[in-house]
């Protein structure tokens, strides 16, 4: 498959393209700066083995209309604006936003923006045939971008549309991960404001702390 | 130690009190009518082995003064009136609120309430001089009436106070469950809106759903 990362130079683009791409998807990574995303793409595709799918750079817009599902990976401060400016390139197609409202340097408190969620904010901005998901806030970067480490957290996933959130939990299986249908997208208040939790507790203990579920079968 | 439970006669209330007693505490449970705690209190009392602590039933004052810790365990839309009648009886106390606010039907959907969260409603409430602490919003009631079973949970707990924080862990302890410090008390939006999402996995898995921190020491 083919997914773009909008604004996917940074810690955690560089762990989805890994990942995705050892497991032979062709990822497309975006950045206001499409040449520096043209470096980074060359760059981690050199860690690629033979027989992996590909790593591109290009611009957000290019990384947002590159296929089916597109992953939006900027901090909170760049979220309406990038959206804004995506409406065209995003339509019809599934978005999944990873974004938590963090309000630096209070990151380990959790931050209600205006539209309750950043997901809800993102569905809101876009068009209609967009179907947000919202997902993985709560992996850590540090595990992500090691593609030999087992990750010791779940993903709960909302969505108001079935077919996207299936769509992405399938994804989110070629990155070693278990999704967990998490209920309708309202329901992103409670996953973006659980990773301030993480924070405090990764604080505290000096660790990544992740989530499990349990009694799921 | 003296524990008080307000609305302690449902199934939340029968829980902690069986696990505190037989751990050697003294509960008081409380109930708008002070004869159907005295009941149930009886009630449960009859289950506990010789040597445990005791269990008392009486009025939401009675339990809210009985000892340094009341814990709360009404529906949310009791949870204001129920705190107003009880500002006086609470002063100087550590409340611990375990009250999610759910909106029936859609309990499987977050609903924030008008202060973001009941812990923030309820020290909003009450004397400065009451320490929330909320805890408690994930561990199934089904699995905490059966001392028997060990509940594969860990409990977030947030507070504004450290030593207040600190008590509530130990008390959890004694219920068999692990307590993590989940920082201040506006976290607790967080772990207030979780629980929607794991009723959500509840009714889709068939399951008691439960959550683990991973990472912690």
């Known amino acids: 498959m083919r997914i773009g990362i909008i604004g996917g130079t940074g810690r955690e683009g560089r762990g989805l393209a890994l990942r995705w791409a050892a497991k032979g998807h062709d990822v497309v990574l975006g950045s206001r700066d499409a040449t520096r995303a043209q470096d980074k793409a060359r760059e981690i595709a050199a860690e690629l083995a033979a027989g992996s799918g590909t790593i ?14 597109a992953v939006l990976t900027v901090p909170y401060a760049a979220h309406e604006e990038t959206l804004k400016s995506l409406r065209a390139a995003l339509a019809g197609r599934i978005l999944v936003d990873i974004t938590v ?26 068009e209609p045939s967009t179907r947000v998901v919202a997902a993985l806030h709560h992996v850590s970067s540090a595990h992500l971008g090691d593609p030999g480490h087992a990750i010791d957290c779940d993903v709960l996933v909302c969505s108001d549309d079935e077919a996207a959130r299936e769509a992405v939990m399938g994804l989110l299986g070629d990155l070693g ?41």
Do not use: Y
């Not at 750079?57 to 599902?69: H, R």
């Open 177 to 217: 991960l278990r999704g967990i249908d998490a209920g309708v997208l309202r329901n992103a208040v409670a996953l973006e404001s659980l990773t301030p939790v993480l924070l405090h507790i990764n604080r505290k203990f000096k660790t990544n702390a992740g989530i499990r579920i349990t009694g799921v079968p």
């Open 56 to 69: 591109s750079g290009g611009s957000n817009e290019e990384a947002a209309s590159a296929g089916e599902i």
């Open 101 to 126: 409202p963090l309000k630096p340097p209070k990151v380990t408190q959790v931050q209600l923006p205006p539209g309750s969620a950043a997901a809800l904010e993102a569905q809101a901005l876009l």
